[in-house]
């Protein structure tokens, strides 16, 4: 069972560059998320989805885009990387239980983006 | 929305004292409130959960927290700390179908020997 695998773990852009992080969970979890960890800022909500084809915005969305067609993956688009989105990015996923959306999150290892 | 806060940034204890670190939230219904660990450079790891139920909630590695609805808090305690729990310490609330989980900013915590 690997859980929830980000990919890659480390990456280097340049101002103005896209790319996409990649988010995959095999737990049939409902819930995906994206949260950017900086210091003294905690974790910080990007994205969610609560199930395929639906996604909605969190606390800091702004320069970020998602999409989400399958249960399993979750990808986090850069679309013209900023040195303001140097962070450590993670991904999220919960599941509901049979008492209703009683969740917890299992975190991705993390991907570390500095852009320069 | 839900907001979480965590008023402490810093704490530091000795080896072997007791610890506790305060989780404050806001949140419109009944509360789904965790609290996480993450030591440095790695993931981050679920201690304990509350839904509902008992509000003194056991978790891993000794940890404990109480829900005091009362007082909006859910904070973290562990009687007697071993060096190796110096890590940052998150608490979150949330979930339930159509929401989200939201994050407090952490409190690291230093163990002196």
């Known amino acids: 069972n690997a859980g929830v695998t980000q990919t890659p773990k480390f990456q280097v852009l340049k101002t103005g560059q896209s790319m996409t992080l990649q988010c995959a969970q095999d737990m049939n979890h409902e819930y995906m998320s994206w949260y950017r960890q900086d210091p003294g800022m905690g974790l910080r909500l990007i994205h969610y989805?609560?199930?395929?084809?639906?996604?909605d915005q969190g606390e800091v969305p702004n320069g970020y885009n998602v999409s989400r067609s399958t249960t399993e993956d979750f990808p986090l688009r850069l679309l013209s990387a900023a040195p303001s989105q140097t962070s450590v990015y993670f991904c999220a996923s919960s599941y509901p239980t049979g008492t209703g959306y009683d969740t917890e999150a299992f975190f991705g290892q993390g991907t570390r983006l500095t852009v320069v | 929305a839900q907001s979480v806060t965590q008023p402490d940034i810093h704490i530091t204890v000795s080896e072997g004292a007791s610890l506790e670190l305060r989780c404050n939230y806001s949140?419109?219904?009944?509360?789904?409130l965790f609290w996480y660990v993450q030591s440095p450079g790695q993931g981050l790891q679920l201690l304990l959960k509350y839904f509902s139920g008992d509000t003194l909630v056991q978790g891993i590695k000794g940890f404990e927290a109480e829900f005091k609805r009362s007082q909006s808090s859910f904070n973290l305690r562990k009687p007697s700390v071993h060096w190796s729990d110096a890590a940052e310490y998150f608490c979150a609330v949330g979930a339930r179908r159509d929401d989200k989980i939201i994050f407090g900013k952490g409190t690291r915590l230093h163990i002196l020997p």
């Open positions: 949140y419109g219904a009944t509360p789904y």
């Open positions: 989805s609560v199930g395929a084809g639906i996604t």
